[in-house]
């Protein structure tokens, strides 16, 4: 690979957490980042939410967005992700959280607003990001980030960003935006479109984090009766590799290690008496457990949508 070409290309490997931002980290690593150094690390903001505008001048080591870079982005499936995990993370930071049911945005700590209302340096992050969202395809989400912020300034906890607020980020609403290709998936209404969705980002990168957040949040909303699940994503001959929802952990285990399986059928999920197969038998020759991975989504079946095996 020449010079050039990784010069062009830093902040798309950055987002394919091939490239290491200097001072910071890869990008699984700084997602990773504590609370305490998200305040007062200043050399990665400019990686998770570069502009195509101007160059930060707390830190030289970034390059600008490029149309072509923030399209490779906004087209990777696994960039996207990444994307919305960044938004998600700093807005946690903030005390605030994304509704995906209603795409709303809503205050959960006055603490965190109120620390953030004293501190701004923060003020300009939240002016990159309503920037950079709208390039790297978030930008049906700006409005609702705004709407947060206009509250919390006029009547809220950011009185100190009425400044910040009318002169830099109500200047920064568009229209003119494409939004990212996972966007549609992670904001469907039918369960089964999210969940395979989020298990194919796993089977395809076995370490996206916000995945797993993710598919905690999806198994959250069904009746399992079991406290330790193991979430089927593929196998290979006896082997399995899922996650561990009590753990929140991904791994490969030996098909000897479940005695009960747990299969849930159809399209329909959202009931919440979840319509599917159960068996309650010890697995054991006569159960043909190979055949039923084969009619999994994971496999591009439709009979069974999923398989779960429990401890």
Known sequence: MNLFFIFFSMNALFYANEFAAPGAGKIEDILRYSESRLESCHCYIQWLFPMSDSISKFNAHTSLLTEEEAHTIRMDTICSTRVLHAFERFLFFMGLRLCKKTRTIYRASAQKLAFINSSPHNFLRITRILKSMLLLGLGSLQKPFLDI????????????????????????????????????????????????????????????????????????????????????????????????????????????????IYCTQGDKLDDPQVPGLYIWETIDDDIDIDLLLDMCCVKGGDKLAFVFFCS
């Not at 395979?196 to 796993?202: K, S, T, V």
Request: glycine residues 4%.
């Open 149 to 260: 912020l206009y509250y919390e300034t006029l009547h809220g906890c950011l009185g100190n960003a009425r400044r910040s607020m009318t002169d830099h980020w109500l200047p920064t609403q568009s229209d003119d935006f494409e939004d990212n290709c996972i966007m549609h998936n992670i904001f469907a209404e039918n369960m089964l479109i999210r969940m395979r969705f989020i298990c194919d980002i796993l089977h395809t990168t076995e370490s996206c984090r916000f995945a797993c957040i993710l598919l905690l949040r999806e198994i959250g909303k069904l009746s399992i009766p079991f406290s330790d699940v193991f979430v089927l994503i593929s196998k290979n001959n006896d082997n399995y590799f899922g996650m561990d929802t009590k753990t929140a952990s991904l791994k490969w285990v030996s098909k000897n290690e479940f005695s009960t």
